[in-house]
Structures are given as C-alpha cells and as structure tokens.
C-alpha cells in the first residue's frame, strides 16, 4: 500500500421547505406578530410549543391560547464555546423554558454571559427580533425578567393576518469523504493514466472500480490487475434534458455502462466524439484521457469514451450485465 | 404451529397530489392512518404497534422521522418501528407489519408509508456529489433507461409498448379518486410525441412526484373474523434483496425479483400465476417496467412480456390480467407510500373496495414493489378467501 487513503471534504446542502401544517403554523404566525401561543389539551393543560396531536390519547390539538412571555428556567446546560452555524452572536445556555400560562417547557437560549448567571428557576423573559418572519429565531433569545418587555402585540387579530404555512430550512452537512483503500488505489493509479481493478478470489470476477471486497463471495478480492483503457458498451442511456448538477454537459448526451476488456463489470462514462444517436450495445470504446499536464488524483481524468472503430462485441446473454467470470458461482451466473 | 392467519381490515390513503401545502408531515400520515382506523372500525387504542416505511432522509431533510411522528401515529407508549429499503419501502413496510401478526408478537398492527416530495427535491437527492469524481448519472431514469434498452434488444419488443402502458395506467387513474394525475384529455397520440428524457424513456413515460401517505390495518385471524366489513387475507409475504452489480447478473431480471416472487406464489399456493391472480399492482415507475416485471415475476414467458401489454390483456377493461388498476406508479408516486400503495390496492380489489377501479369478482391480487438499482423485492398476495 504505498499511498495514503484518500480524503476529501464533501458538504451536502439543500433549502428544504417545511410545511406546518394549521397548529404550528398559528403558532409561527404568533411569533411574527409577537404573541406566543400554546395549544390546550382535553385536561385543560396548555402544551408551548404546540403539538398537533396530543401524545396521550393520539387526539388532535387546535383550541390555541396565547401564553405569557416571561417564565421559569426548568432546567439548563451551558452551550460551551459559539459554533458557526448558530444564530447567536456570543455562546448561550440551552435552557428548558417553562412560560406562565404553559405546562410544558419550551428549549431555547438564554442570552447571558456566563452559566455563573444560569440558575435552575430563574425567571427570564423573551426578546424578540425586530424584523420577525414567523420562525422560531424570531425569538432572539430569552434574558433575565427585568420587567420592562412584556407583549408587543397590540391585541393583533391572527385571523386577520397572513397565516404562516410554510418554513425555509436550509440543511448544511460537511462531512470528511474518505473512498477507502481500494478506490483510493485506484485514483493514485489514475494519475498514470491507469486503470485497475481488483479480482474475486472464488470466482474470478474482475471488479472495475475496485472495491476491496467481492459482491459475489463477500469476501475480501484477493489481487490488483490493471485495465486496458478499452471495452464495450453494453448499455447506454441519452439524456435529453439539462441536468442540474451537470451543467457543463449539453443535452444531448450519451451516458453508457463500460465494460473494459477483462473486466466483469461495467461502470459509467460519457460517450464522446460521436452523434449519441450512432452508440450501439456493444460498440467497442477507447478512454479519451485529459493531457498529460492535467493528470490529477481524479476519475475525472477520463473525459469520456470514443469509438474505437472496430466491429462490435457480441453480447451473448442480452439480459445479463459483464462477464461471469471464469469460475462462475451459483449466485454469480447459471 | 404455522402462521398466525392475517387479515388487513383497513385502509386509508390521501389524495395524492405534487403539493400538500396544507398539512404537515404528521398531518399527512394522520389523514391516511385515521381513514384506515376508520375503515377498520378502530381507534388509536386497538393498535398494538406502528411500522412505517419511507425513502431516504435526504428526500424530505427530516432526519428520523419516526420519532417527531410518534404522537401523531399514536405510538406513545407502544412500539414503534421504521423499515428502510429505499423504493421498495412500503412494500417491505407492509411485508415487516404482517410479521408482526404472523409470529403473533402483536395483535392489531397500523402500517404505514409515506413521501412529502414537494418539501425537497428526490432529483437531487438521488444525484449526491462525490469527490474525485464526477457523476454522469441523470437521476432514476438515467439508471434505469440501459436496462429498459437491454430489454428492449432481449425481447424485440416494438418500440412503442412502453407509451402503451403509460396511456393504459393513466387511463385507469381517471377511475382512482386517490390518483395524483388525472389526465381527462391525455391522448395515445401526446404520449407519443410527449419529448425524451432519458432516452428510450419519454416524459409521459416517468412517473410524477408527489406527497402522499398510505397506511393499512392488520389483525390476526380472530380479528379478521370478527371484523363487520370486508376483509383481505395475507395469503403469502416475501422479501429479497441482491448486490445491485456483478458479473452476470441479470439486471432486466434480477435474480433476487424471481427468487421472492417464486417464494410469494409458493406461499399462497399459486401453481398457473396468470390464471390464478386476478389482479396486479406492480411498481412500474418507468412504462417499460411493466412488460419486465410481467416477466420476472412468471405472469409471462421471457422475451413476450409486451405481448400481453399489447394485446390488452393488462387493461382493466377486458383484460385477464389487469395490471395496476389504481393507475400505478405512473399516476401517483409519493416514493415512499408508492410500494404500500401497491399492496394496499391489491387489497382493496380482494375486499371489493377498489370503487370504479374495481375489477370484477377479484378473489386473488399480487402486490410487488421494488428499489434502489433493482435490487430490493418485496411481495404479497392477498386472498379473499381465508
């Protein structure tokens, strides 16, 4: 093994919509108008933040109250050191926040300075954002009761304004992308304008990426074998239709399954230098490598596959994917 | 001691449809789990256990939504259990909650599945970026359009079969009030020239995206027998589930699809799978699955799938085999529910429930549902009869 293993920063991110249905949607339409509702359960307590169905008896909620805004600290943590993703411009303490008038605790921050100002029992009270948009950050945060805030509402009828019904969520996930020994192997290996694969130790079967371990015998593959850059298209699709997430391809395209020359398995790639119309199952292919000069670490070395101009392969079995390899199992081939 | 005999004795769906602005996710499974309570002539108290099923997370940004929806499934205090196999999901859901029953650890078990497409993109979700390199995949449909080709070359079919289902399965959704697209005015002519995606698949060819929830009841025999309403009888529940790549395999039909259906027909019994069933809901998300399915699952010989599609014999007018009555996936797919949905409606013909879609005199209906390369298999068949 003579590179590291791989490793690469990947962030997932997507602005997903949250519908909110009637009750917590009256209850952020509350929150834009400065008002802080709860919603009563059929023993006459008052769940804040509201739940749409109640967790005792499954019955659903709805008859909305509003609450005060000021309450008890019921229980708290220190938030330790800010992090980026928090919308506070200092660290905070998460504290379970019981408001006169509710029975149940709502979780959110108290704006203080240190936990040396936190005390189980403490009396705190909102502070609102100026700018609300119906959200639950349009609570800034709780601080100590001073006796100065109290409701901003001016007795705002909620039926008479927009009602809340959706809530923006953007989801931001960073994570440390490794691909493992084996793919890792094979990216260093693409950098010489190689390709390896890696063999099954019970069947045979040659595996294009590799993948370290054999689907076919799950055990561990058992030797490194390098690839011609050049196979067969044993299937292919033509995208018509712009991709979001490959803006650089132009419709159309072809996308194919590969199978190189000594491989059991194909992989995807662009099919280039040609009209995507004149790609035939079993057209032989030869990798179009990017120059030498623009080698990287990277798959992204081979831009596509063109026709190599020789008759095409014969598929023998139409319905089956690769080849069985030579000494094919039960579940590998019949 | 064999199974515990099992009975679905209710079930609700929502309309589907691309946007459900007005309810929350819990909102959602709470309309389709009470009209299966209600259907069931049950309360929130009769239900021993919730199972639920849907697609990946990354589908809708709620991470493990099991757990916000305990309340509003009624699960306080009870079990409550997820089930995971990405498209095949509510079949596999459905397959996980018979169990239940049939090794007699609950009584009364709600299931459920579901997808709120419009709050994220399956697009995108489908089409994650990975380092290193750079995906040419094109979503579901640039997956499986190489392998509606390869059937294409395998069977000779003509090319136009796959616009046949289409045009069939949306027809029959004018007769499902559940149905997400109801295309009054669609002619045979527009899904033709309808344009190419994913070329041999056309846009009237792929399923929509939409929000949706299915849930069923189900009991055990003594609940079944007593239940004051129709009943369908589980008469057979399979699962299987293979690598999605290796050499040989057989991706037109996977090897895992024909072991789980030979598995399920065994089951209930079933030796002449044409002749016996009388009903099919099979997940077809692109048109050209039907005639494979009818394939691998035994309906038809290899390579003559698209013989009984072109024939008729898969219309709920005047086939023998009606295949996906409800409209299918075609008309409605809230990835998650889409394989539950399948299950379900298959029950609702044995019950007699299927409304307009009804097909006459069902006695025996074959749920199928599939996922992630085509490598995940869930089926049932439900019986009229006990």
């Known amino acids: 093994m003579p590179e590291e293993v791989l490793q690469a920063p990947l962030v997932l991110e997507y602005p997903f919509t949250r519908t909110t249905g009637p009750v917590v949607g009256r209850f952020l339409t509350g929150l834009r108008e400065g008002v802080v509702l709860g919603v009563r359960r059929s023993d006459g307590t008052v769940m804040c933040p509201p739940l749409e169905y109640d967790p005792a ?85 709780f601080v100590p009761e001073n006796g100065e805030a109290g409701s901003q509402a001016a007795a705002v009828d909620l039926d008479s304004v927009e009602a809340v019904q959706s809530v923006r969520t953007p989801i931001r996930l960073n994570y440390s992308y490794t691909p493992g020994r084996a793919l890792s192997e094979y990216l260093y290996a693409m950098r010489e304008k190689r390709i390896i694969g890696d063999r099954c130790g019970d069947t045979g079967q040659v595996f294009v990426p590799p993948r370290g371990v054999s689907p076919v015998a799950g055990k561990a593959t058992t030797e490194t074998v390098d ?52 790609v035939r199952l079993g057209m032989r292919v030869r990798a179009v490598w990017k120059p030498d000069d623009e080698l990287e670490i990277s798959a992204t070395n081979i831009l596509g596959w063109e026709p190599t101009g020789e008759p095409d392969e014969v598929i023998a079995d139409i319905e089956r994917i690769g080849r069985a390899g030579t000494q094919q199992t039960q579940r590998g081939a019949s | 001691m064999g199974k515990e005999r099992t009975a679905v004795i209710g079930v609700g769906q929502t309309k589907y449809a691309s946007t459900r602005g007005d309810v929350s996710m819990a909102g959602l499974l709470r309309e389709a789990a009470q009209r299966a309570l209600d259907s069931a002539h049950k309360t929130w108290s009769d239900v021993d256990a919730v199972v639920m099923g849907k697609a990946p997370d990354f589908f809708e ?60 993109n399956a697009m995108w979700a489908l089409s994650l970026p990975q380092p290193f390199t750079t995906s040419v995949n094109a979503g579901a449909g640039g997956y499986f359009s190489p ?52 070329d041999p698949i056309r846009y009237s060819e792929t399923c929509p995206s939409s929000d949706g929830a299915c849930a069923m009841v189900l009991t055990d025999e003594a609940g079944g027998d007593a239940h004051d309403g129709p009943v369908a009888w589980v008469a057979g529940a399979a699962m299987r589930s293979e690598s999605n790549s290796y050499g040989g395999r057989n991706m037109v039909s996977p090897a895992a699809s024909e072991q789980c259906a030979d598995d399920v027909f065994a089951q209930a019994g079933i030796h002449d799978r044409r002749a016996e069933i009388d009903a099919v809901e099979m997940y077809v998300p692109f048109s050209w699955y039907e005639p494979m399915w009818l394939e691998s699952l035994g ?33 409605s797919n809230a990835i998650g529910a889409s394989g539950m949905i399948r299950f379900a409606e298959a029950a609702l013909q044995v019950m007699g429930e299927a409304g307009e879609h009804q097909v006459d005199g069902a006695r025996t209906a074959f749920g199928h549902a599939y996922g992630g390369g085509a490598q995940y298999f869930a089926m049932w068949i439900v019986s009229k009869d006990k």
């Open chain 1, 57 to 141: 008896d499954a019955l659903p909620l709805g008859e909305m109250v509003e609450v005060g805004q000021s309450g008890e600290v019921v229980s708290w943590s220190w938030g330790g050191p800010r992090r980026e993703q928090q919308p506070f411009d200092q660290p905070v303490a998460w504290a379970l926040v019981q408001l006169d008038g509710a029975d149940t605790p709502m979780l959110h921050a108290v704006l203080v300075d240190g936990p040396e100002q936190m005390s189980t029992g403490m009396r705190v009270q909102i502070e609102w954002r100026d700018e609300r948009e119906g959200h639950i950050t349009d609570i800034c945060g």
């Open chain 1, 227 to 278: 690839l011609p850059d050049v196979g067969y298209v044993e299937s292919f699709n033509i995208t018509r239709v712009p991709i979001a997430t490959r803006p650089d391809l132009h419709p159309p395209y072809c996308s194919a399954w590969i199978v190189l020359d000594g491989a059991s398995v194909g992989f995807m790639g662009l099919v280039v230098n040609c009209e995507p119309e004149s």
């Open chain 2, 61 to 120: 940004g709620v991470m493990m939504p099991e757990i916000y929806l305990a309340e509003a499934l009624g699960c306080v205090g009870k079990p409550i259990m997820r089930v995971h196999t990405a498209g095949s999901v509510g079949g596999s859901t459905a397959c996980v909650a018979a169990s239940m029953v049939q090794s007699r650890v609950h009584s009364t078990v709600l299931t459920i599945a579901w997808e709120k497409q419009s709050e994220s």
């Open chain 2, 147 to 198: 392998i509606m080709r390869r059937y294409m070359a395998m069977s000779d079919a003509p090319e136009l079969i796959g616009c046949l289902v289409a045009f069939k399965d949306r027809q029959h959704a004018l007769k499902n009030p559940y149905a997400h697209l109801h295309q009054h005015d669609l002619t045979f002519e527009q899904v033709v020239e309808s344009p190419m995606l994913w």
């Open chain 2, 299 to 331: 309906f038809a010989e290899k390579g003559k799938g698209w013989q009984l599609v072109e024939s008729g014999a898969t219309t709920l007018d005047g086939g023998d085999l009606p295949v996906n009555c409800s409209g299918g996936v075609l008309s």
